[in-house]
């Protein structure tokens, strides 16, 4: 027989690409989902000493916590800045009418529960260092939600979360970056700002083996570490310069960038980020009573996601699609795309790390933060999950013969 030498277009490979994507973050989500409460249980249970002591223990220079927040987490943000590149080079944000409405709903969904933190922090300036908390959507968690609806979700809205996503995460990243970088060391410095030069002259170079911008990759990440700038921002750094166009100049399956892609995504699904949540979520509730749950602190956060996510999400792709700048996605309907403005507030993993750089030397305001986190985010996984069960999809109309 011949060899089948039929062509795939770019589209189809992005449409497979997508997929993929989608079913690995939905799957590593609900794994995730299993080690937060798998943590809650842990930090409540005998095992508490045990679980806490662990976290404690120095290895080398840093503590366990550590080695997993900022290096294990520094391989989630190359990840993160990887699919930014990926999207916005060639992908569903790579022009600017794709980008309207994902962009403008990312745009409202930090800014309003950011506002609603404030007004419940106002009166505590102690905690308004945490004004970004609330601001964040965790993909992995949202998308694993929708898995679970099945093709009751349009594929359409399933993209447009994902967009909505990857542009939220590109402004935690500059907040995380602006907001959250501890005394700068110039000399560390300007040592990362070699590497990344070094780094950019490869691309520019074309070079296409993974293997030096790995290695210079982990010198960069010692560097941001010592430099006082936190020490993931490295991994979103060496993202930005992994070449996207394969041999033949275009951005194939066989690039440099989709290669590390496939390769990293899911070890951080299934792995990085389980263990960041079961590290990370733990928090003893013996103590903690309706006064303490009631804080501006876990309030503000609380109130941040269930609340200001679904304003600012659904308020400004409301208002982008009646001004005429963006169509609704395709096949959904509005009580849809309400209940995927609600899942917008599952904020867990970005939440709760932005949390931990806001209040690095208080256990009692981390666990505050924890607290709040998963109330914001069960509160909008439920309810959001309710209302998209409810809702109708729009009747897609049946081809003529």
């Known amino acids: 027989m011949p060899a089948d030498h039929t062509v795939t277009s770019p589209r189809t490979r992005f449409r497979s690409t ?32 045990a679980y806490f002591a662990a976290l404690k223990t120095y290895i080398g220079p840093l503590s366990l916590l550590h080695w997993i927040n900022d290096l294990l987490m520094a391989v989630f943000f190359l990840l993160v800045g990887l699919e930014i590149k990926r999207e916005f080079l060639d992908g569903q944000l790579s022009t600017w009418p794709r980008r309207i409405l994902p962009g403008v709903a990312a745009a409202g969904g930090m800014a309003v529960p950011a506002l609603f933190f404030v007004a419940f922090n106002l009166a505590t300036p102690e905690t308004m260092r945490g004004w970004a908390i609330p601001t964040a959507t ?9 898995a679970l609806l099945g093709n009751r979700v349009p594929v359409s809205l399933k993209i447009f979360l994902t967009a909505l996503a990857i542009i939220d995460d590109l402004g935690a990243v500059m907040i995380i970056a602006a907001f959250y970088t501890a005394n700068l060391s ?48 490295a991994g979103v750094a060496l993202a930005l310069t992994i070449p996207l166009r394969g041999a033949d100049g275009r951005g194939d399956d066989h690039s440099p960038l989709h290669t590390l892609e496939h390769a990293i995504q899911p070890w951080v699904a299934f792995a990085i980020v389980p263990i960041f949540g079961f590290a990370n979520a733990g928090v003893s509730l013996a103590g903690f009573s309706l006064a303490s749950l009631l804080a501006p602190l876990p309030l503000g956060i609380a109130a941040g996601l269930f609340v200001g996510k679904q304003i600012g999400v659904f308020g400004t792709t409301w208002a982008a699609v009646r001004l005429g700048w963006a169509d609704r996605p395709e096949h959904a309907t509005w009580p849809q795309v309400y209940g995927v403005a609600l899942l917008c507030g599952i904020g867990f993993t970005m939440s709760l790390f932005i949390g931990l ?33 409810v809702a109708r999809r729009e009747a897609v109309p049946t081809p003529s013969r």
């Open 186 to 233: 110039m000399a560390w410095l300007a040592g990362a700002i070699g590497v990344l030069a070094i780094l950019a002259v490869l691309n520019r170079m074309n070079v296409r083996s993974l293997l030096p911008y790995l290695l210079l990759g982990a010198v960069l990440w010692v560097l941001v570490l010592k430099s006082g700038v936190h020490a993931t921002l």
């Open 357 to 389: 750089l806001a209040f690095p030397s208080s256990a009692v305001l981390q666990d505050q933060v924890k607290v709040g986190v998963l109330a914001g985010s069960i509160l909008s996984a439920v309810v959001g999950t309710l209302v998209l069960l």
């Open 18 to 49: 997508l997929r993929a994507f989608v079913e690995s973050s939905a799957a590593g989500g609900i794994v995730l989902m299993v080690a937060a409460a798998l943590a809650m249980v842990v930090a409540n249970s005998a095992l508490a000493p």
């Open 138 to 146: 965790d993909i992995a968690f949202a998308l694993g939600v929708l």
